[in-house]
C-alpha cells in the first residue's frame, strides 16, 4: 500500500480558512472533538485534535466550542442512539450559535444507511468522512470553511497507509501508538472489519521511529494497537512477528512500560508468552476477550477456538507469567444461547478468575451474519444472566485485581487526587490505581509504591523513594 504523508500545503489552506473563520466570528475558534468507542478511535482522536491545532484552532472544553467533532462508534446499536440523541441537543446549540459547525467522522460513517440518514434527515450536519479518509479532513473542513455547503466523503475502503499526521497527545506520558488497521476475522456479530476494513500492519521502522519520537518527547508508557495484535506483521515485505515488534519497543529508550490491545486468542503464540515473561517493561495485565465460554457458541461466532483451547491458553499463560493479570470480554445472548451455553461461560469465568470482564448485551448489526441468525434470545432471558454474569466477574474481580496487597510496585503517577489534596494517583501495572500522600509535580514518573490497604476496586499505599 502506498505511504501517504499530509503536505504542508493541505495545512495551509486550513489554516487561512480558520483565520477568515475567525474573522468572521470576532474570536479565535474553538474545537472540541468528542469521542467514542475504543483506543483505536481515542488514537485517531488525537490525530483530529492534532490537525485542528497546527490549522489555529484553540482546544474547547465541551461542545458549546465553535466546531465539534464526533468521532463515531457503531460496535453496538446503543452506540448509534446515543448519537442521534446527542445530535438533537447539538442541533439547538447550533441555532443559538449559527457560526458553529457539527462534523462527524468514524465508524459509524463506514455505514452507508446511517450516512443517508444524516444527509437527509439531519441537514445542519455540516462536515461527514469516515474511517479511511481520516486524513482528509483538514481538505474537507477547508472546503466547508470556504463556503461550500456540506462536505461528505465517505471512502468505502482504505487507499494508503498514512504515516506523519500531526498529533495532540491526551497527556504527556503515555501514547497509543498503531501497528495495525482493521481486522479480518469477522466474528459473525461484529461489525469492526465492515467499518475499519481489510488487516493492514504499518511497517516496524516506522512503528519504532514513532516511538522513539514519542520517547524523545517525553512518553514513558506506549500501548500498541490493533484490532488483533497477535496477527500483526503479516503481508509486510520483510514479515514481522508481533513478539518481535513488541521488544524491539520496550528497547527504544526511554521508553518504561509498554501495553497492547487486543489479544485475539487463536493467534496468540508462545513466542509472545515468552517475550512477555521475559520482559518486564511489559505490563502484566493481558487482555485475552473469550466472548462465551461455549465452544459451540463460538463456533457461530466464528472465534475459531473451543472452551477448552481458551482454558488451556490461560494455564500456559499463568504457568511461564505467574504475576499475570487476565481481563476478557463477554457477549451475552448471542443467538442460540441457551442456559447450558451460558453456565459455560460462568465456568470459564469460575476457572480463570479475570481480573475485570468486560460484558456486553448481544447487538444485531445490519449486515452481519449473527443479525440474521434464527433464535434470537429475548431480552427478559439476557438480562436475567447478564446480571448473574455481572455479579460473578464483580466478586471474582475484587479479589483477583488487588492480589498484590502488602507488596511495592511501581506506579505511573497519573493525576492529583481531587477529594484529597495533598494526594496523588498512580496506575500499576496492572491497571489498578493507588491512592498515596505526595507532591503533583510526580505526575508523568513512576515511582514505587507500598500497597497497604484495599478500598473496593484500589489502594491506599506509601510512596517508599
Ligand atoms: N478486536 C477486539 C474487539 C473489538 S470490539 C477483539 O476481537 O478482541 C470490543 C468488544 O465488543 C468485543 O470484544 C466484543 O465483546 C464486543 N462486541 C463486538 N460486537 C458486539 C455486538 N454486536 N454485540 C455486543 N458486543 C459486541
Ligand atoms: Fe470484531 Fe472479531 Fe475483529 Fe475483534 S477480532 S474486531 S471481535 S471481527
Ligand atoms: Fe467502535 Fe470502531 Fe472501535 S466501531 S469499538 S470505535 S473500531
Known amino acids: 500500500m502506498e505511504k501517504y504523508e499530509l503536505t504542508e500545503q493541505q495545512l495551509d489552506k486550513l489554516e487561512q480558512m480558520t483565520a477568515a473563520y475567525a474573522a468572521r466570528l470576532g474570536h479565535v475558534p474553538t474545537a472540541f472533538v468528542q469521542t467514542f468507542g475504543c483506543q483505536m478511535n481515542a488514537r485517531d482522536s488525537e490525530k483530529l485534535a ?32 446515543r448519537l442521534y440523541g446527542h445530535l438533537g441537543h447539538l ?3 447550533k441555532r443559538e450559535h449559527p457560526g458553529k459547525l457539527i462534523v462527524l467522522c468514524g465508524c459509524m460513517m463506514q455505514e452507508p444507511d446511517e450516512v443517508e440518514r444524516i444527509r437527509r434527515t439531519y441537514s445542519f450536519v455540516d462536515v461527514v468522512f469516515g474511517t479511511h479518509n ?13 463556503g461550500e455547503k456540506r462536505v461528505f466523503e465517505v471512502w468505502d475502503a482504505p487507499r494508503e497507509m498514512v504515516e506523519e499526521l500531526p498529533k495532540k497527545r491526551e497527556v ?18 461484529c461489525i469492526v472489519p465492515y467499518v475499519r476494513g481489510r ?30 495484535v497477535n496477527s500483526y506483521g503479516k503481508g509486510l515485505e520483510e514479515p514481522v512477528t508481533f513478539a518481535q515488534l513488541l521488544e524491539q519497543v520496550a528497547a527504544v529508550p526511554g521508553i518504561e512500560r509498554v501495553r497492547f490491545m487486543t489479544s485475539h486468542p487463536k493467534d496468540l503464540s508462545d513466542e509472545l508468552i515468552a517475550a512477555m515473561a521475559r520482559q518486564p517493561k511489559v505490563c502484566r495485565p493481558l487482555h485475552l476477550p473469550m466472548q462465551s465460554g461455549s465452544s459451540r457458541i463460538l463456533k457461530a461466532m466464528n472465534r475459531r477456538y473451543t472452551k477448552e483451547s481458551y482454558l488451556a491458553l490461560t494455564e500456559r499463560i499463568r504457568a511461564a507469567i505467574p504475576d499475570i493479570h487476565l481481563t476478557t470480554d463477554i457477549i451475552v445472548g448471542f443467538p442460540g444461547e441457551t442456559e447450558e451455553d451460558f ?47 455481572l455479579s460473578l466477574v464483580q466478586s471474582i474481580g475484587g479479589e483477583e485485581s488487588l492480589r498484590e496487597l502488602g507488596q511495592t510496585m511501581p506506579a505511573l503517577v497519573e493525576e492529583a487526587d481531587e477529594t484529597h489534596p495533598g494526594r496523588v494517583t498512580g496506575r500499576l501495572g496492572t491497571n489498578v490505581m493507588v491512592h498515596f500522600d505526595g507532591d503533583p509535580s510526580l505526575i508523568g514518573r513512576i515511582v514505587n509504591v507500598k500497597l497497604e490497604e484495599k478500598r473496593g476496586f484500589y489502594y491506599l499505599g506509601t510512596m517508599t523513594e
Not at 504527556?172 to 456479530?189: A, E
Open 91 to 93: 442541533n439547538s446549540m
Open 172 to 189: 504527556p506520558y503515555k501514547s497509543g501508538v498503531n501497528i495495525s488497521f482493521g481486522c479480518d476475522n469477522f466474528c459473525t456479530y
Open 343 to 389: 453456565e459455560e461461560t460462568l465456568d470459564v469465568v469460575r476457572r480463570v478468575r479475570f481480573d475485570s470482564a468486560f460484558t456486553f448485551i448481544y447487538s444485531p448489526r445490519t449486515g452481519t451474519p449473527a443479525a440474521s441468525m434464527p433464535d434470537q434470545v429475548p431480552p427478559e432471558v439476557v438480562k436475567d444472566r447478564f446480571a448473574r454474569l
Open 134 to 146: 481520516l486524513y482528509r479532513f483538514p481538505e474537507l473542513l477547508a472546503r466547508r470553511l470556504g
Open 199 to 228: 488487516e493492514r500492519s504499518r511497517r516496524p521502522e516506522d512503528i519504532l521511529e514513532e516511538v522513539r519520537r514519542l520517547a524523545a518527547d517525553g512518553v514513558i508508557e506506549i500501548m500498541l494497537l490493533g484490532q488483533n
Open 50 to 81: 492534532g490537525i485542528l491545532r497546527e490549522a489555529g484552532f484553540a482546544e474547547g472544553a465541551d461542545e458549546t466550542a465553535d466546531v465539534v467533532v464526533i468521532n463515531t462508534c457503531t460496535v453496538r446499536e446503543n452506540a448509534n442512539e
